[in-house]
């Protein structure tokens, strides 16, 4: 009977974050057209914060019921998930042309984020102070964007409809858009957590793999719906803003939830983060320079992620 209900509700939960990635990704395409704002920028905000929902919400409860390698497993190991598989996604079925000074600051804070956070849990712990720097690159975050939405407009006299028959459409849209994703996801991982469980897959292995790709399917879905969309734009600004919210606002907010300090193990500081900064160089640096993402950066941080996975359960 286990067997028959983690089932039925894993493919609920698919089907919910496949339509509710729909409508989100339809949603915020409409916003970025109706406030002439560009789409990285739209991806990089209101879709990088709705869709990195799951990894806050896992985080935050599990450091508060003194799960910390959970807490951090699941913010780290989403973030590679992010770039490693779901970026590479986006980069290898649409390569694109992408503005160095779009692309510029987001990149380079992106790499700020997990290096600072490598740099700073060198000592084997977040403490509030280190958190508190976390905390002041997300601040550039949100200036940027900030800043960006209100100096970058994109250059397009196709009209779009803003009557509020339409406004009130694309707003319910995007709210069960974002339902979709995050109820969808948390059945997803819930119940796959489950069946791994019952076809014996280890404990440590699930946490590592299944919750951090599990609270990433948002990202996930919105990168195959852009995709299939052509709006690859959202996708990237999706993985990225994402990326710099779980690494900058999430592990703070834990180590104040555990008490002002969060312990970092040794495997974190030795693998996964270095990962973590591998697959995130080759998805960044390369594209600053050359003002291109090419398939080879898809193949390599895929490469890169998919020997990480093999090396976590081979050690499991």
């Given at each position: 009977m286990e067997w028959i209900i983690s089932i039925g509700l894993f493919a609920v939960g698919l089907l919910l974050i496949i339509k509710g990635g729909d409508w989100f990704v339809e949603a915020a395409s409409w916003m970025a057209e109706a406030l002439h704002i560009p789409k990285f920028i739209i991806g990089a905000t209101i879709v990088s914060?709705?869709?990195?929902?799951?990894?806050?919400i896992v985080s935050t409860i599990a450091a508060s019921e003194g799960k910390v390698d959970m807490a951090i497993g699941n913010a780290i190991?989403?973030?590679?998930?992010?770039?490693?598989?779901?970026?590479?996604?986006?980069?290898?079925?649409?390569?694109?042309?992408?503005?160095?000074?779009?692309?510029?600051s987001k990149g380079l804070l992106f790499l700020t984020a997990v290096g600072g956070l490598l740099a700073l849990s060198l000592p084997g712990e977040l403490t509030l102070a280190r958190s508190f720097i976390m905390?002041?690159?997300?601040?550039?975050?949100?200036?940027?964007n900030i800043f960006s939405a209100r100096n970058k407009?994109?250059?397009?006299?196709?009209?779009?409809?803003?009557?509020?028959?339409?406004?009130?459409?694309?707003?319910?849209?995007?709210?069960?858009?974002?339902v979709?994703?995050?109820?969808?996801?948390?059945?997803?991982?819930?119940?796959?957590?489950?069946?791994?469980?019952?076809?014996?897959?280890?404990?440590n292995v699930i946490g590592l793999t299944a919750i951090a790709i599990g609270t990433s399917l948002p990202e996930l879905v919105t990168a195959i719906t852009a995709i299939s969309r052509k709006e690859s734009s959202i996708s990237v600004g999706n993985v990225i803003g994402a990326n710099i919210i779980d690494t900058t606002l999430i592990l703070p907010v834990c180590a104040m939830i555990s008490g002002g300090s969060l312990p970092v193990a040794t495997q974190v500081l030795r693998l996964d983060l270095p990962v973590c900064l591998a697959v995130a160089g080759i998805a960044v640096i390369p594209t600053l320079i050359s003002q291109k993402f090419r398939r080879?950066?898809?193949?390599?941080?895929?490469?890169?992620?998919?020997?990480?996975?093999?090396?976590?359960?081979?050690?499991?």
């Open positions: 914060v709705a869709t990195t929902l799951p990894e806050i190991g989403s973030v590679t998930a992010n770039t490693g598989l779901i970026l590479s996604l986006s980069i290898l079925f649409m390569p694109m042309v992408i503005s160095r000074k779009q692309f510029m905390l002041l690159i997300f601040a550039a975050f949100l200036l940027e407009v994109e250059d397009d006299d196709t009209p779009v409809a803003t009557d509020k028959k339409t406004v009130v459409k694309q707003l319910i849209l995007f709210a069960l858009g974002t979709g994703i995050v109820v969808g996801s948390n059945l997803l991982v819930d119940n796959g957590s489950i069946l791994a469980r019952l076809v014996g897959i280890p404990e080879w950066q898809g193949v390599a941080a895929m490469a890169v992620y998919v020997s990480y996975l093999i090396f976590l359960f081979v050690q499991g």
